[in-house]
Nanobody, 123 residues
Framework: QVQLVESGGGLVQAGGSLTLSCAASGRARNGYVMAWFRRIPGKEREFVAVITSVSGVTTYADSVKGRFTISRDNGKSTVHLQMNNLKPEDTAVYYC????????????????WGQGTQVTVSS
């Protein structure tokens, strides 16, 4: 089992930036895939971004492509989500997710979840 803890959420003005971080601890090993999802108020949780553990290949939701960047530290125990040009529509609780296995954009395939961090973007 892997424990995930998010940090970095907060309140920003539209057009501003925030960087979220997710620290992993436990039994994570080579091949552990980490991703970001978010739950917009009144909507289902949705995929945001994912990064592979070895090659560093990234995949983004169309809604954030070109604005958000997912990355890993060299030690690969921490993943970040750099969010630029934030919009009010980005307001959500952001969740870090992980799984041991192939990369996926589907939340039901992830076994480990953080508790979420609130991001609020004001107009």
């Amino acid at each position: 089992q892997v424990q995930l803890v998010e940090s970095g959420g907060g309140l920003v003005q539209a057009g501003g930036s925030l960087t979220l971080s997710c620290a992993a601890s436990g039994r994570a090993r080579n091949g552990y895939v980490m991703a970001w999802f978010r739950r917009i108020p009144g909507k289902e949780r949705e995929f945001v971004a994912v990064i592979t553990s070895v090659s560093g290949v990234t995949t983004y939701a169309d809604s954030v492509k070109g604005r958000f960047t997912i990355s890993r530290d060299n030690g690969k125990s921490t993943v970040h989500l750099q969010m630029n040009n934030l919009k009010p529509e980005d307001t959500a609780v952001y969740y870090c997710a992980g799984r041991q296995g192939p990369t996926s954009i589907h939340e039901y395939q992830y076994d480990d979840w953080g508790q979420g961090t609130q991001v609020t973007v004001s107009s």
